[in-house]
């Protein structure tokens, strides 16, 4: 062994740990080498000093003092190490902080998803209303019928199989005017209700009236549903405001079938006389306004817009077709005020066909 | 409480809330690790100061003790990182006077001389270990003076036997060489 390796086991040879035969290599060395026997030497004394040092007391009450501090402590822990004193030296702090964190997680998760369910459920809740309004949406003021006074809001009338029973309690006039409204702005499609007015009044049934009264019916059924959409997509006021309330309301009950066809055949020949001349004030106005030849056999709702300065002329050629059983003014216009002395007015005329012998119903002088 | 008790069952009972156990365990190592606090930082005063910080940080800590390694181990490393820690605190440490303690030589010596002589050798070894770096000066602690085995040491100080020991060695070197004035040319005793 060399210097360097036998000093690097002088600590060992001072314990008198080496093995056997490193000890007699280490001995042999020092045997003959000055040097590494003076730093073993050395190095052994240095040991010694260290080690005889004595072993110093610690001062008197240090294990007194030491327990006063840990009682300090002790009375001092706050209350989540009281809680958990039983377990802090069992459950680590960090765990359980951590599982108190997720055991929170966990419960904030749960709370928002009832708040986030809880639109959605009011939402599902409210598809249903939503879908019940648009297929059935709020009647109109009705007056009170069994049918009418069941499910209101969710029974459309459209539904009610008896309209005429509703019907029946209307006026015909409001009927007509509730049956043509909603058919705004095209003309109304013939009302069913002064068939209806007309078999009460008339008693008999035709068959043809019989097939446009059950034409009428539905016509009537689909005037109502047209109505009640117009009204459901819009306010009550604006629905109304959309369908141009009429001026004049009229109803005309045509003379009889023999009587009429004089009246027919000079009024086609009018109408003929128009189309190559202009038209003249009197006896003309009626070819002039008229889209048409009223027919006899069955009620025929017509709207008209006639000028101002021609509607008693027309009134007056009216009352050669038939008599004109009613003339109600509904909208009032003053002539003196308005911007538009030219504006024609607004008729509705109802034509009924003529009466059976023995029936009379009061005239309205032109 | 019985002094029969072991130290793991004292920490049992410890965990469990017994902090009268602590107390024994206090009495029974209260020597050894002021004793190694003392050497680490040659001063009475501090010494008691922190050994009083090692013992109480240990009985916030017991919760931690899982039994894998002596109590006294386990103690030993808090004693060591408390004083190792007051070293570091304080700028020029390993050049500061350590006071002579007079009070605490062998009682045994009656010669005067004698005793003056011991004290003063006593004194330097402190001052030379003073000097030291920490790590040194622990280690010499630990071994030439706390007779620590080496097995021991390596758990405590978390090293393979192997490096304990060429550590060992070297930080008796250098405490050799700081105590050379004390050796003869030829290694007589001072």
Partial sequence: ?366 | MSEGISDSECVQRLQQGETDAFELLVRRHQTTIFNLIYRMLGDYDEAAEIAQEAFLSAYKSIGQFRGEANFSTWLYRIALNHANTRRNSIAGWRQRTVPLDGDHVDERIVDPALLVEQREIQHQVQIALNSLPSDDASIIVLKDIQDVPYEQMATMLNLPVGTVKSRLHRARQALKAKLAPFFSGDGKQP
């Fill in chain 1, 1 to 366: 062994m060399n210097c360097n390796e036998v000093q690097n086991r002088l600590s060992e040879y001072v314990e008198k740990t080496l093995d056997a035969e490193t000890l007699k290599s280490v001995d042999d060395h020092l045997g003959f080498c000055s040097r590494c026997r003076a730093e073993a030497e050395n190095l052994a004394r240095t040991v010694q000093l260290v080690a005889a040092l004595p072993k110093t007391q610690p001062p008197v009450g240090f294990t007194t003092r030491v327990m006063a501090r840990v009682r300090e402590v002790e009375a001092h822990a706050s209350f989540w190490q009281r809680l958990l004193l039983p377990f802090r030296n069992t459950i680590p702090l960090q765990a359980t902080a951590v599982v108190l964190i997720g055991i929170l997680a966990v419960y904030m998760y749960q709370k928002e998803q009832p708040e986030k369910k809880e639109p959605l459920a009011h939402q599902n809740d409210s598809l249903p209303q939503q879908a019940e309004e648009r297929a059935v949406p709020p009647a109109p003021p009705l007056p009170a019928s069994p049918e009418s006074k069941a499910g209101v809001g969710r029974e459309a009338p459209v539904h009610d199989t008896k309209p005429q029973t509703a019907r029946r309690q209307q006026k015909p006039s409001e009927m007509l005017r509730d049956s043509n409204e909603q058919a705004r702005p095209a003309p109304p499609p013939p009302s069913s209700s002064p068939a209806i007015a007309g078999e009460e009044r008339g008693g008999g049934e035709r068959p043809k009236a019989a097939d446009q009264l059950g034409a009428g019916v539905g016509q009537l059924q689909s005037s109502e549903l047209a109505k009640e959409r117009a009204l459901r997509s819009a306010a009550p006021t604006a629905a109304r405001s959309q369908i141009a309330a009429p001026n004049y309301d009229l109803v005309l009950r045509l003379r009889e079938q023999q009587a009429l066809s004089g009246q027919v055949g000079a009024l086609r020949e009018q109408q003929e006389a128009d189309r190559t001349r202009a038209p003249q004030k009197s006896g003309g106005l009626i070819a002039r306004y008229l889209p048409g030849i009223p027919r006899s056999d069955r009620p025929e709702t017509l709207w008209l817009n006639i000028p101002q300065t021609d509607y008693d002329q027309f009134k007056k050629e009216l009352a050669t077709l038939g008599i004109i059983e009613s003339e109600r003014q509904i909208a009032t216009r003053d002539k003196e005020t308005t911007s538009k002395p030219d504006e024609p007015l607004r008729i509705r005329l109802t034509v009924l066909p003529a009466r059976d012998a023995g029936q009379q119903a009061p005239a309205v002088q032109p």
